[in-house]
């Protein structure tokens, strides 16, 4: 299979593989061109379009998809073309949002488990209570994600 580093030559472009796990552990992106203006990040589901991705727990860690999306926020003014939606102009500034968005959700969840939540449906029903139910299901994914990472952050493993 594909990996971090490796290079795809087609039709006379190249692409680079950049491995972005988190959405899910085999998620990759794909750098094409190397100058600003030219150049863009396939980013399939690490990076949508419109809204903001799911961390499909138990297979995508939040851990690994904040280093992702740091790693993206790197390649800075490159053209983002996602998996869905609209591109989009400016890889950092996306992917700064995206991390931006997570940090928000992350103290949506710690209050509410400070609020006495204590199961991931809790959190669910109270951090997406503004969210059409027919989500609910994806944001039990991303939250399952998010308890781990706090408890993985916790334990200091």
Same mark, same amino acid.
């Given at each position: 299979? $594909?990996? !971090?580093?490796?290079?795809?030559?087609?039709?006379? %472009?190249?692409? @680079?593989?950049?491995?972005?796990?988190?959405?899910?552990?085999?998620?990759?992106?794909?750098? #094409?061109?190397?100058?600003?203006?030219?150049?863009?990040? #396939? *980013?399939?589901?690490?990076?949508?379009? @419109?809204? *903001?991705?799911? /961390?499909?727990?138990?297979?995508? $860690?939040?851990?690994?998809? %904040?280093?992702?999306?740091?790693?993206?926020?790197?390649?800075?003014?490159?053209?983002?073309?996602?998996?869905?939606?609209?591109? #989009?102009?400016?890889?950092?500034?996306?992917? !700064?949002?995206? +991390?931006?968005? @997570?940090?928000?959700? $992350?103290?949506?969840?710690? !209050?509410? +488990?400070?609020?006495?939540?204590?199961?991931?449906?809790?959190?669910?029903?109270?951090?997406?209570?503004?969210?059409?139910?027919? +989500?609910?299901?994806?944001? &039990? #994914?991303? /939250? @399952?994600?998010? &308890?781990?990472? $706090?408890?993985?952050?916790?334990?200091?493993?």
């Amino acid at each position: 299979g $594909l990996g !971090e580093g490796d290079v795809i030559a087609a039709a006379g %472009l190249e692409l @680079r593989v950049l491995a972005t796990p988190g959405h899910t552990a085999d998620s990759l992106s794909f750098v #094409l061109g190397g100058e600003v203006g030219d150049a863009a990040v #396939l *980013t399939g589901d690490t990076i949508l379009g @419109r809204g *903001t991705s799911v /961390v499909a727990h138990p297979d995508g $860690l939040l851990g690994d998809y %904040l280093d992702s999306l740091r790693r993206l926020r790197e390649l800075g003014e490159l053209t983002v073309l996602p998996g869905h939606g609209p591109e #989009l102009p400016n890889a950092g500034l996306v992917a !700064e949002h995206y +991390l931006r968005h @997570r940090e928000a959700r $992350l103290e949506q969840v710690r !209050e509410a +488990l400070t609020a006495g939540a204590s199961t991931p449906e809790q959190v669910v029903a109270s951090v997406y209570a503004d969210v059409d139910r027919s +989500l609910w299901p994806a944001a &039990l #994914l991303s /939250v @399952r994600a998010q &308890l781990a990472y $706090l408890t993985h952050q916790r334990s200091g493993t």
